[in-house]
């Protein structure tokens, strides 16, 4: 699996009247008509430039923080379980992939003024007998009624920055203590850090963008593990007991890190064997505080019980390639998702093991390694994946082809939209833009909020389509 940013360079402000998304038309060209762009069927002519429709999103913002970032995550907060009011607020934490190993830093920072347009939801309506005529005035032309701008302006920036000496391949923070975060580095340690000082230093500094690079601040982690006899990628807290913690590595081995304290881990020496190749991501059980899943090079996902020794419980071929991420369902915690390097993934129902083949849905729509993938918060039948092929896709497992409402639809919208019949249903939405994808998570607070970092930097996206999936009791 090829994990690394090729040739990473620092990522540069561009021209102020150069545009977002899928690239930007030039004067010189002449205006030709607009075109639904399908990856994997439409070539692109001399001349042509990809440009992003922003009508397809509730909002879209792209930023930066220097060197590019492998790894991140989004922290949870105190401004809200549910939002759904622009302009929204998020804080996250990202690890760098420098040119050198002692330029590397891990990246505290928050994106305020996050701004976009609300549409008027379903769930807000009532059920009358007009529910048609009201969803065909939604879709028209004129939805200055159904649409409001919520904020303005661009995201503001706040960063600070904390010396790391080598890469970061990987970062997570504690769910029930955010401010503690785990890396993986590529020098093959495994640090545990406390980032509550520059969280509340955030949280309580104005919201005006910084002037200039940040300082690089040097401060000790509360752990540095060497027990890895390799680097690794895989990592994860466990969502059930706060401060647990497993770290894999491409040597095959798995450690258990036990809190001792609020800032001390006891880290058992002796590893989880079973893999017979590197250990590409880990995954704890939502509800069993014991259980994990593993996934590996050697193209099989292994089920393990912490209480039961050092042995797998099962495994069982996934993929004929190495399976690169994994995702556990934490809403139907039967479901496990898996993405492989050869493009393909596939939804797992644990239930179905002992039966032997557990793949419920398998999908061969990316041709390239699927470098991440995560069930939505908010969503049981939805996950976005993002893919070597510079897309993010995002899937609901529950639509299902319907030619009389595709046949409405474009009678509605006057489209020519002729999608491939392999097209799968389940497809709901196609980013692009991002060069070189790395890794996306869902945004657990801000239902239907995506981030997603690459080569050249971080994307905020709100699908216009998915807004509707907002519960009852947070509309």
């Avoid at 990522?11 to 990856?39: C, E, F, H, M």
């Avoid at 048609?132 to 159904?146: G, L, Y």
């Avoid at 390694?369 to 896709?393: K, M, Y």
Wanted: one cysteine or more.
């Amino acid at each position: 699996m090829v994990r690394s940013i090729k040739n990473p360079k620092k990522a540069k402000r561009k021209n102020k009247d150069s545009k977002k998304g899928n690239g930007s038309s030039s004067s010189s060209i002449p205006s030709l008509p607009t075109k639904v762009w399908q990856p994997g069927v439409d070539k692109l002519e001399e001349g042509e430039e990809l440009q992003c429709d922003p009508t397809a999103y509730n909002s879209l913002h792209a930023f930066h923080i220097g060197w590019p970032c492998l790894s991140f995550d989004i922290l949870r907060d105190t401004l809200g379980l549910v939002r759904n009011e622009f302009p929204y607020t998020a804080y996250f934490v990202a690890g760098s992939q420098a040119e050198k190993p002692s330029w590397n830093s891990i990246g505290v920072f928050k994106v305020s003024n996050i701004s976009g347009k609300r549409r008027e939801l379903v769930l807000n309506k009532p059920a009358t007998g007009d529910e048609d005529a009201d969803s065909e005035s939604s879709d028209s032309d004129d939805d200055s009624d159904d649409e409001e701008e919520g904020g303005s302006g661009t995201p503001i920036l706040q960063l600070h920055k904390v010396a790391h000496q080598g890469c970061v391949n990987r970062i997570r923070a504690m769910s029930q203590n955010p401010h503690i975060c785990a890396s993986w580095a590529d020098t093959g340690h495994v640090q545990v850090w406390d980032f509550r000082s520059h969280l509340n230093a955030l949280a309580e500094s104005e919201t005006v963008a910084g002037h200039g690079a940040p300082q690089v601040l040097n401060q000790s982690p509360l752990v540095k593990f060497g027990g890895h006899k390799d680097e690794g990628y895989a990592i994860d807290w466990n969502p059930v007991t706060p401060g647990r913690l497993v770290s894999g590595d491409c040597n095959s081995c798995i450690h258990l890190w036990e809190p001792a304290s609020d800032a001390t881990w006891n880290v058992d020496p002796n590893p989880f064997i079973g893999h017979a190749a590197s250990v590409e991501d880990l995954q704890w059980s939502p509800t069993e505080s014991d259980v994990f899943a593993s996934c590996s090079v050697d193209g099989n996902i292994a089920i393990w019980d912490t209480r039961v020794g050092k042995s797998a419980l099962m495994s069982f071929k996934a993929h004929n390639a190495d399976v690169n991420v994994i995702s556990w369902n934490r809403l139907a915690s039967c479901l496990l998702a898996s993405g492989s390097d050869d493009g393909t993934f596939s939804i797992h129902d644990l239930r179905l093991l002992k039966g032997g083949d557990s793949v419920v849905a398998h999908f061969e729509y990316h041709k390239h390694p699927v470098t991440s993938i995560e069930w939505s918060p908010h969503e049981g039948s939805t996950l976005a994946v993002s893919s070597a092929d510079n897309q993010l896709t995002i899937w609901d497992l529950s639509l299902e082809k319907d030619e009389e409402e595709e046949a409405e639809f474009k009678a509605k919208t006057r489209e020519q939209v002729n999608a491939p019949e392999d097209l799968p249903p389940q497809l709901l939405f196609i980013h692009q833009g991002q060069k070189d994808l790395k890794e996306l998570h869902w945004h657990t607070q801000v239902p239907g909020m995506i981030v997603s970092t690459a080569a050249d930097g971080f994307n905020i996206l709100m699908p216009s389509n998915i807004q509707s999936t907002l519960p009852q009791d947070a509309v």
